[in-house]
């Protein structure tokens, strides 16, 4: 019998260790908690287990061509050189003379 690496006599002096510290009426109620503690964990590492198998599934689903992706026609934009030579005054100029 090995229980993590441990013998049956290296459990046995741990009971008789436990016993005498915690004593006889502690003992059942920390081997209760001590329980409930290791079934919790096996609970949440089978939950994480599922999801970590359905997350996979879920990848492997996935379609392996990649996605087709159109381009819809921009708006014309002015080029650095339009920007350059449209001076801020010849707008000015062009607004008066047109009286707006």
Not at 5 to 26: D, R, T
Not at 74 to 92: G, I, M, N, R, Y
């Amino acid at each position: 019998m090995n229980f993590f690496g441990i013998g049956l006599p290296e459990m046995v002096v741990i009971m008789v260790v436990a016993l005498l510290v915690f004593g006889p009426k502690k003992l059942p109620e920390i081997g209760r908690s001590l329980g409930k503690g290791i079934r919790s964990f096996q609970d949440a590492s089978k939950e994480f287990e599922a999801e970590f198998k359905r997350e996979a599934e879920q990848i492997a689903k996935t379609p392996s061509q990649p996605m087709e992706a159109t381009l819809e026609p921009s708006q014309p934009t002015l080029a650095p050189a339009d920007e350059v030579t449209a001076q801020p005054s010849e707008a000015v100029e062009k607004e008066a003379s047109t009286g707006s």
